[in-house]
């Protein structure tokens, strides 16, 4: 299980087909990486997750997300 930061630290504004304003935010992955020689745990945010109320969505592109529980496309608002 990804541990993902539960702040997005940006917001995206879509439309779902229907015409529905959504959010989708911006997560940060957090991964941990412990160095045995000094014991200490490093967290780094490198990589990201996209969410919709709790539930994770595919970027297709930087356009287009896709709800993959729904297959619902959001379209990201001008």
Same mark, same amino acid.
């Given at each position: 299980?990804?541990?993902?930061? !539960?702040? !997005?630290?940006?917001?995206?504004?879509?439309?779902?087909?229907?015409?529905?304003?959504? *959010?989708?935010?911006?997560?940060?992955?957090?991964? =941990?990486?412990?160095?045995?020689?000094?014991? +200490?745990?490093? *967290?780094?945010?490198?990589?990201?997750?996209?969410?919709?109320?709790?539930?994770?969505?595919?970027?297709?592109? =930087? +356009?287009?997300?896709?709800? !993959?529980? *729904?297959?619902?496309?959001?379209?990201? +608002?001008?």
């Amino acid at each position: 299980m990804q541990n993902i930061d !539960p702040n !997005p630290f940006e917001k995206i504004e879509c439309q779902d087909q229907n015409g529905t304003s959504v *959010t989708v935010g911006k997560h940060a992955i957090i991964s =941990e990486s412990k160095s045995l020689m000094s014991g +200490k745990v490093r *967290t780094s945010s490198s990589r990201y997750a996209f969410l919709m109320n709790g539930h994770e969505v595919v970027q297709i592109d =930087e +356009k287009t997300f896709r709800v !993959p529980q *729904t297959d619902q496309i959001l379209k990201v +608002k001008a």
